[in-house]
């Protein structure tokens, strides 16, 4: 299965201020996913990352809010931006190769708003 | 909406107990997965069930999918140390559907 690299782990963050975090995968990869996880706390998807065009976003995050990128096969970008201490959270790139049902994850970015 | 209800929340055994969870919803998947997260780190993937009545086993770890599809339950023999962690059932229904996530179980084994 693919390895996800994604960085940072984690970040201290001032509020009003974005962070934009990356997710390399080691392989070309069919679909890849952002999510958002509370610790200890199930995920929650923010959208799914197209390539090439804008991304899909689920009901209650808006592109304005975390902007992402996907200009290639196997890297996508998330920016939260203008941060509150609300969205203090870890944040998980995910993806899927093909016809395979399970989902690889990054390590996650543990990100804290102060 | 596709709700998956986990349970229990929360368990914590002696190392060499047996346990059962489970991972229950009203509507019906094509496949379901179960991911253990330890803490910094991402779910990992143990296994994908895709047939009603489907026995899986992963060493230690047997998983079942309901006959309905409904439903899943994950029974760890023996339990070990290593085996904490957060467990997620997760349910997909079609090839290119979202993935729908319970809310977990934290297992705590003590030595």
């Known amino acids: 299965s693919a390895v996800i690299s994604q960085k940072p782990s984690r970040d201290i963050c001032q509020r009003g201020t974005s962070l934009t975090i990356q997710c390399q995968v080691d392989s070309q990869v069919t679909m890849m996913f952002w999510y958002r996880q509370q610790p200890g706390q199930s995920l929650t998807l923010i959208a799914t990352a197209n390539q090439g065009s804008e991304a899909t976003y689920e009901s209650g995050f808006v592109i304005d809010k975390f902007p992402i990128s996907r200009p290639n096969l196997t890297f996508s970008t998330l920016t939260v931006s203008n941060m509150s201490p609300e969205d203090s959270s870890i944040y998980l790139c995910?993806?899927?190769?093909?016809?395979?049902?399970?989902?690889?994850f990054g390590s996650g970015t543990r990100l804290t708003v102060v | 909406t596709q709700l998956l209800e986990q349970s229990p929340q929360f368990l914590s055994i002696q190392e060499g107990e047996n346990l059962t969870v489970y991972c229950n919803s009203s509507?019906?998947?094509?496949?379901l997965q179960w991911y253990r997260q330890e803490p910094g780190e991402g779910p990992v993937l143990l296994v994908t069930?895709?047939?009603?009545?489907e026995v899986k086993k992963l060493k230690r770890l047997t998983f079942q999918f309901g006959d309905a599809r409904k439903d899943s339950s994950l029974h760890i023999t023996a339990a070990q140390p290593g085996d904490t962690g957060l467990y997620l059932c997760?349910?997909?229904?079609?090839?290119?559907?979202?993935?729908?996530f319970g809310k977990g179980i934290t297992l705590s084994v003590r030595p």
């Open positions: 509507s019906v998947f094509s496949s």
């Open positions: 997760a349910g997909k229904n079609g090839a290119n559907s979202k993935l729908t």
């Open positions: 995910s993806a899927i190769q093909g016809a395979v049902y399970g989902y690889t």
């Open positions: 069930v895709v047939t009603g009545g």
